[in-house]
């Protein structure tokens, strides 16, 4: 069984008070990186982290950095919904939803709306009620970082083949 060791930064300098998609998107490429055709990789084959699975008729091996950002932008930054969440979570929260898909980051926001006190329907949905309740719960970075660590740790424990890929997550989460 894995076992977590979750980290708190109190590093207030990463965080940009006004965080736009063009800041986000730097940060989300370089974590993707360039072509990787993994099988083992539950992606499957990815460049700059879209992949083929995600769009299947889109041609992965020749897919453009100009390509890849205005699908982050249409499909992640827009149907998540991240210029509502305050401006300090914002990075956080895009590279969440790029990572592992938007139901599953909002309900993990959902997840440390409610354990801040503020009872929060965690059903992936990023409606009014989750956002009105992630302004009341005043989420911390940390807080939300230290939930998607967690969220990591108990998808190696369900899937131990993953474990490979968990250093690499966690490094992510506590960059970003």
Do not use: C
């Not at 063009?22 to 940060?27: F, K, L, P, S, T």
């Not at 982290?49 to 769009?55: D, L």
């Not at 992640?76 to 898909?101: A, E, H, Q, S, T």
């Amino acid at each position: 069984m894995l076992t977590l060791l979750l980290i708190s930064s109190k590093d207030s300098s990463r965080v940009n008070h006004n965080l736009k998609f063009d800041d986000a998107i730097g940060v989300v490429l370089k974590h993707e990186g360039g072509y990787v055709n993994d099988k083992n990789d539950p992606g499957g084959e990815t460049r700059y982290g879209i992949s083929k699975r995600a769009y299947p008729d889109l041609d992965i091996k020749n897919l453009t950095v100009s390509q890849a950002t205005e699908i982050y932008k249409k499909d992640y930054w827009l149907k998540g919904k991240v210029d509502k969440i305050p401006p300090k979570l914002r990075l956080i929260y895009f590279d969440m939803v790029v990572n592992m898909g938007k139901k599953r980051a909002v309900k993990i926001l959902q997840t440390a709306i409610n354990n801040k006190g503020v009872a929060t329907t965690v059903d992936g949905g990023i409606g009014p009620q989750t956002l009105n309740n992630l302004r009341k719960a005043k989420l911390e970075p940390e807080r939300l970082r230290a939930y998607r660590v967690k969220y990591y740790g108990d998808l190696v424990n369900r899937k131990p083949s993953l474990e490979r890929y968990y250093y690499g997550w966690y490094r992510r989460a506590i960059a970003t």
